[in-house]
């Protein structure tokens, strides 16, 4: 789960890390309150939206006195911000940080990542801040220091050190680099984050090392350990089919193709989409209906699916185990009583009470094209949508 970078400010400050201070603002008003709050001449009021690249996109803007605090206020609140990171379409911006102006004199990049591969937190830091990290990785890896640490032993004293020295920081800035770098690794470890990114942490024409932007993300299974970081979830932000189907304990994904996908089991999902890809089409979604779902939970799984517009067909490829096929039967039975099947359907049902699952589907009378194996069943549904391989 991702939050705002106002919200990761909060925390960073928290954790003991020096942020660009400012205020939140809803409307043009606020933030002309804001500008003035902060006492200086120099401000910038940055679009909240959960992805980077804001500055380039124009979601990020210097501002020198009230009215204009208010006028650029008032053209960035409601546009449609697109960046490299939020797609085509952007996301429309409902709040603006109005922040303290400050006169940057270096910028740099430092973030705390989950190495998958090694099962460990990395420490990444780069004298090119304010840049986009994937590229730099891959143009010039020298140019980013990475030290992997122990969660359970935290960032040592070293590797702070270290990577203080990489950034080129000595006697008063390497002592502020300290606490930063340390305060980052704790937050990440304690809020069991899997990013933590400053970028770009600047140093001021005061001498001092300020988090300019702050970008974090969360591991959604340990959200039940903090209560108050789940709270900081925005909706807004969220494909509202995603926070829909999360309501009802179902894991929805969107995704960009044709297909709507209902299946039981992160596995089967997996298989089930390699198989509708091999046979021309790719998949709209995925909804995993998971073990212990019922008739009711089926119903409104099969209606997600059913009202995402960019579904012209319908897959649904059940192993019943514990999930029994009658059950899933019932279920779309349920949803097609309240939201018209217009899109060709193509069910698979294997396992327990198969047979009971079938004899609803045929008893029903909906168009429903029956297959016998997941291979047949993404065969039919890419014939049916007219993207056969
Ligand atoms: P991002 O584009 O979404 O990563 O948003 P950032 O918060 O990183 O801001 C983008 C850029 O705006 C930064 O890299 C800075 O160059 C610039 N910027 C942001 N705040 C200030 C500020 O207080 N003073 C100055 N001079 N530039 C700023
Ligand atoms: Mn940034």
Redesign the pocket.
Known sequence: MKIH?YQAKELLERYGVRT?SGHLAQTPTQAGEAYTRLGGE???I??QIH???????G??K?VRSRSEAEEVAHEILGMNLV?HQTGPDGIQVQNVFV??????EE?YYVAIALDRSQGNPVLMVSRE??VEIESLAEERPEAILKLPFSPTGGLQDHQARRASYFLGFKGELAKQAGKILHGLARVWVDLDCELAEI??L?KTSQGELVA????MSFDGNALFRHPNIAGMRDPNEEDPREVEASRYGLSYIALNGSIGCMVNGAGLAMATMDNIKNHGASPANFLDVGGGADEETISHAFRIVLTDPSVKGILVNIFGGIMKCDIIARGILAAAKKVELKVPLVVRLEGTRVDEGRAILEESGLDITPASSLDEGARLVCEAVGEKA
């Open positions: 970078e660009q120099l401000a910038v940055k679009a992805a980077g690249g804001r500055g380039k996109g979601g990020v210097l960046t922040a303290e102006g400050l006169e940057l910028e801040g304010g970028n770009p600047v300019l932007d702050a970008k």
